[in-house]
């Protein structure tokens, strides 16, 4: 039980400190955020985002 809230605690401080780190969802498109410049030149050229669909979506 101990182990398992520690773990929450854990995660939700991680969590926590992503969002933060995302103001806006514009922040997705700037230069390393969630687009990557895979070669150097300074312009973007890979996505770095995944899109993560359920096994069973619902509306709620």
């Not at 039980?1 to 520690?6: D, G, H, P, Q």
């Not at 773990?7 to 995302?22: N, T």
């Amino acid at each position: 039980m101990k182990r398992t809230v520690l773990l929450i605690i854990i995660i939700s401080i991680a969590l926590g400190a992503a969002w933060a780190e995302m103001g806006s969802l514009a922040h997705l498109f700037l230069l390393g955020k969630g687009i990557k410049d895979s070669d150097g030149d300074g312009l973007a050229d890979k996505i770095a985002l995944c899109i993560i669909v359920p096994d069973n979506p619902s509306a709620v």
